[in-house]
């Protein structure tokens, strides 16, 4: 019976300090009970293994004690999603720009990689990774605590409860274009046009008196590839505001648009555009030394340039997916309304 | 549908019945091993674990009255139904029954012409 007392002294343990006697008294009786009417059915005393079977059977003590414990939980259901969403958000913010900086360093800063010469990949990638997370668990820990206080002001004050349905946010529609962003992107694309014919239609694209910028040959390409690119997004701009919803073939002229602005721009980075500075003020040396460090810096933005576009692509792509699926569904136009 | 959907379903479907069962069979003094003997008898099995915290549950409600007796040279601890107890119980049996009724009445509408009892309350 050593095994009983042992089993009876482990639920003991966990149980509410007021009714652990109680609790245990009751517990052992049905325990014993359950020995006795084991006994007489099987006819002699029961051995150690057949006692363990029945323990066993009871389940682990911690266990057997939860089940005579208030449920409690730190953040409830009520709030759990709540707090799901603000977590979510509160990483993403935190890891994306986190993110951005580390490329940022990585690419511009000589002096954040020199750290890492003479040590391996994994030596490297460890610290990165130890600093990423530490902030990340540190981030995600602070919110847990904020929505743990609000769990028990919400179960006092029931401040949930309370709630106007008039206050609720209109249906959001995904596949809706807002028109006046189409109205915003019509005038942006239209002024650019106007500014970019007008002042950048030539290599010489600053001829004063006191400075002088000149591009490549190359230029011409880059100043009709944008030109082309402002004016279907007008035309898209257009149809939009007349036709406020994404259809498929909309969102594809969109990812087409997109892609070849990121290209021209990617391509712009690499293209050493900048062929001379030139101004009184301005010793040659100097102006040589400008034009050297503005070509080395675009290119350096090259890598940054590539992630922006592969994420607006990606964005682009989510979009077209998002009206098939929904075409799939409702035929027509209609599904880009509904 | 899974065995473990079934099992939760389950699970939740008898929650509210076992209350009803435990009630019903405190109308005599039980102590909790004949109690959970009684109601496998009567086909539902109810592990001590669910028991034990449900009668302490239904007294801190005053449904239930307990003492701790000597029976067969050892302290058992006895329970009853209250007055308060008794009053619940025919109010949950009015809602029980009232439950069997009209879910076989909407099982015999949709489809389920050959439909029996649901509830084996009566």
Not at chain 2, 2 to 9: A, C, G, P, V
């Amino acid at each position: 019976m050593q095994l009983l007392e042992r089993y009876l002294q482990a639920v003991k343990f966990w149980l509410p300090k007021d009714q652990k006697e109680d609790i245990i008294a009751e517990l052992s009786e049905d325990i014993r009970s359950q020995i006795d009417d084991k006994e007489a059915a099987l006819g002699h005393k029961l051995n150690e293994f057949e006692l363990e079977s029945i323990l066993k059977q009871r389940g682990r003590p911690i266990l057997v004690a939860n089940r005579y414990l208030p449920q409690e939980h730190l953040i409830g259901p009520v709030l759990f999603p709540i707090y799901r969403l603000v977590v979510k958000i509160v990483l993403l913010c935190y890891l994306v720009p986190w993110i951005v900086t580390w490329l940022a360093l990585l690419i511009f800063n000589s002096g954040y990689t020199a750290k890492f010469v003479g040590h391996s990949w994994v030596e490297a990638f460890g610290y990165l990774w130890a600093s990423l997370w530490s902030t990340a668990f540190l981030a995600a820990g602070i919110v847990t605590l904020i929505f743990a206080i609000l769990e028990r002001v919400q179960r006092k004050s029931h401040f949930l409860e309370e709630w106007n349905p008039r206050k609720l946010p209109p249906v959001n529609n995904p596949n809706v274009i807002s028109r006046f962003n189409s109205i915003v992107e019509l005038a942006a694309n239209f002024f650019f046009c106007v500014w970019w014919t007008a002042h950048m239609s030539s290599n010489l694209i600053l001829n004063e008196v006191n400075l002088r910028i000149s591009l490549a040959p190359v230029w011409r390409y880059f100043f009709w590839g944008f030109l082309l690119v402002a004016f279907v997004n007008i035309g898209l701009a257009a149809v939009n505001l007349v036709r406020p919803y994404w259809t498929a073939s909309r969102a594809t002229a969109r990812l087409l648009s997109d892609i070849a602005g990121s290209v021209l721009f990617c391509w712009l980075l690499k293209a050493n555009l900048l062929v001379e500075i030139a101004g009184a003020s301005i010793p040659p040396a100097k102006a040589l030394q400008l034009t050297t460090a503005i070509n080395f810096w675009m290119a350096k933005m090259f890598l940054v340039a590539i992630i922006l576009g592969v994420v607006i692509a990606v964005v682009n792509i989510f979009r077209i997916v998002r009206v098939a699926a929904l075409q799939s569904h409702i035929p027509g136009e209609r599904a880009a309304m509904a | 549908m899974s065995s473990e959907n079934f099992d939760n379903l389950r699970l939740e479907l008898r929650r509210g019945g076992l209350v009803v069962a435990v009630l019903a069979a405190l109308h005599s003094e039980q102590y909790g091993y004949t109690l959970r003997k009684i109601m496998a008898d009567h086909g539902i099995e109810i592990d001590e674990g669910t028991l034990y915290p449900l009668l302490r549950r239904l007294e801190s409600q005053g449904l239930l009255t307990s003492r701790w007796r000597e029976e067969q040279k050892r302290n058992k601890r006895f329970y009853k139904l209250t007055a308060a107890g008794k009053q619940i119980l025919e109010q949950l049996l009015t809602e029980w029954r009232s439950m069997d009724s009209s879910i076989n009445s909407i099982l015999k509408e949709y489809g389920h012409a050959t439909s029996r009892t649901v509830f084996a309350s009566r």
